[in-house]
């Protein structure tokens, strides 16, 4: 299992949600012909899920600011990444219907990134991952299969230039 991310920089012209959505879509491309060797990345949408069309290579995409970040497996995987904030944690945690004892946000921000997460999977998660990421972000990972997630999760990072480092 791969978590690939890139730090973008907003593009003069383009929306927010465009140069979100061109971050990620970025990494697919960059990391399916560089990292998974698919020659063709083209992407498919079935049921509201992006995926590549002519790979069996599994992605989720999350983006928050000016992060996007794309989770890969051979199983189904689901991703979400938050900026930890102060918001009102006890009224979102009502209405969403979370069980929060602390009312902090990595609690608030682990427990709704898990809740993105297994959305994007649109199966039922079997194994679960959340963890801080850079100080000020918290990313939960999942997918279908039985797995020690916090084991076998790489992570690279995308330069500007294309470069693919291991973090």
């Not at 920089?9 to 990391?31: C, K, L, V, W």
């Not at 698919?38 to 509201?48: M, P, S, V």
């Not at 189904?76 to 069980?99: C, H, S, T, W, Y």
């Amino acid at each position: 299992m791969d978590l690939f991310y890139y730090y973008f920089s907003d593009i003069e012209g383009q929306t927010p949600r465009e140069n979100e959505h061109n971050a990620g879509r970025f990494i697919i491309e960059h990391a399916g012909k560089n990292f998974y060797n698919i020659k063709n990345t083209e992407i498919e949408i079935i049921n509201g899920k992006p995926k590549y069309k002519y790979s069996n290579t599994q992605f989720s995409i999350s983006h928050k600011g000016n992060i996007a970040v794309v989770l890969f497996d051979k199983n189904p995987v689901g991703v979400d990444i938050e900026k930890l904030q102060n918001r009102d944690f006890e009224a979102i945690a009502k209405r969403m219907n979370f069980k929060l004892k602390n009312h902090t946000p990595e609690e608030f921000y682990t427990c709704w990134t898990l809740y993105e997460a297994e959305y994007k999977l649109q199966t039922t998660a079997k194994s679960r991952y959340t963890f801080n990421f850079d100080k000020e972000y918290i990313i939960s990972a999942v997918t279908s299969e039985q797995a020690e997630i916090e084991k076998i999760l790489k992570i690279y990072e995308i330069k500007q230039d294309g470069i693919i480092s291991l973090k």
